[in-house]
């Protein structure tokens, strides 16, 4: 049986400022490949903090159980195993942020054989076919200023799918887009990612728009200081 993506049980996230501090309980969540999971809630709840815990890129204060397709991430924190995780992070995720965040002096076929190149996985094959299901296939030679903010996140979903991930994390990829294409940015990203078998988690204020491109909500539940993502989360 293949692992899941991602399973996270009893995670503990804390961000301090000054003398203020928050903090995000994760009680349980699983991705099964092609799962697709809109976190929801609103402006300061915790949606890109669990966004950075299950991207690895922000260490939790506690985790009973934290891996990423099979392997126990929770362990290679503790143990501070960098590279370790950023290997994991290259071979196993792709990212859609909200403004692209395309490698600006590369071009949009650039970047997304960059994210194929650190995941040893180089296809062009597979490349240009994903480019024209996505629309944009005549668009891979310009650089990511001369495109428009709904072909830039089309080049997003591109590179975050280019090296087939076993798991999407998309942050408000919508947030700067017009409502009619950031619906079809979406079902593009939801479409793509179930043709791929990758599972995608999605964080978003947006829950209508989620749930129309197919998505299951979890609403994050916030506390005064604090937010609990409650554990209905087998999607
Ligand atoms: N750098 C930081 N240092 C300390 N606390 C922070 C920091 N960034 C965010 N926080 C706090 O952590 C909480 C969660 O923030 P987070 O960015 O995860 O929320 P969010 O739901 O993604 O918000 P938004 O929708 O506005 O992006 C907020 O209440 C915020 O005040």
């Avoid at 928050?22 to 699983?30: N, V």
């Avoid at 815990?53 to 009973?64: H, N, Q, S, T, Y």
Wanted: positive net charge; proline residues 6%; hydrophobic residues 50%.
């Amino acid at each position: 049986m293949t692992d899941a993506p991602l399973r996270l049980e009893g995670v503990v996230a804390t961000r301090r400022a000054g003398g203020a501090a928050f903090s995000l309980t994760i009680e349980a969540l699983r991705l099964d490949p092609g799962a697709l999971v809109a976190v929801t809630g609103a402006s300061g709840t915790g949606k890109s903090t669990l966004l950075d815990v299950a991207a690895l890129a922000r260490r939790p204060d506690e985790a009973m159980r934290l891996e990423v397709c099979g392997t126990d991430a929770a362990a290679l924190w503790s143990r501070g195993a960098k590279d370790a995780l950023a290997g994991l992070r290259a071979r196993h995720f792709g990212y859609v942020l909200q403004t692209g965040g395309l490698v600006p002096f590369l071009t949009v076929g650039a970047n997304a054989a960059l994210a194929q190149d650190l995941a040893g996985r180089r296809d062009p094959g597979h490349l240009a076919a994903l480019a024209e299901r996505l629309g944009i296939g005549a668009l891979l030679a310009r650089m990511p200023a001369t495109l428009s903010v709904g072909q830039r996140q089309r080049a997003a979903i591109l590179r975050a799918l280019a090296h087939r991930p076993a798991l999407v994390l998309a942050d408000e990829p919508t947030a700067s887009v017009h409502p009619d294409m950031a619906a079809t940015i979406l079902a593009l990203l939801a479409e793509q990612a179930r043709q791929a078998g990758a599972a995608v988690l999605l964080a978003t204020h947006d829950a209508p728009a989620a749930r129309a491109a197919g998505f299951v909500e979890i609403p994050l539940q916030p506390g005064a200081a604090s937010a609990r993502l409650p554990a209905l989360a087998e999607a």
